[in-house]
């Protein structure tokens, strides 16, 4: 199983000793089997319109949200 990380604050340094692999948000909507979402909701992340990036990713990929309400578009990910 491979892991792949976005996150602005974690030098790969870290990343490394947790054995993921840190890239950009596109990239793992594209190539991730399972998504979790572990953000506060703030301005930034709220519900802001993903609906093309969401298209990015594969068939049968699966969302689990560990953070809270809000953060996903749930009508988003919905759409065929």
Same mark, same amino acid.
């Given at each position: 199983m491979s892991v792949l990380a976005f996150d602005p604050f974690c030098t790969p340094e870290r $990343? $490394?000793?947790i054995d993921a692999e840190l890239t950009t948000v596109d990239d793992i909507l594209r190539r991730a089997d399972f998504i979790t979402v572990h953000v506060p909701k703030t301005k930034e992340t709220a519900k802001h319109d993903r609906g093309e990036q969401l298209k990015l990713t594969k068939k049968g990929?699966?969302?689990v949200n560990v953070a809270r309400g809000g953060i996903i578009n749930e009508a988003d990910l919905a759409r065929p």
């Amino acid at each position: 199983m491979s892991v792949l990380a976005f996150d602005p604050f974690c030098t790969p340094e870290r $990343a $490394a000793t947790i054995d993921a692999e840190l890239t950009t948000v596109d990239d793992i909507l594209r190539r991730a089997d399972f998504i979790t979402v572990h953000v506060p909701k703030t301005k930034e992340t709220a519900k802001h319109d993903r609906g093309e990036q969401l298209k990015l990713t594969k068939k049968g990929v699966r969302f689990v949200n560990v953070a809270r309400g809000g953060i996903i578009n749930e009508a988003d990910l919905a759409r065929p």
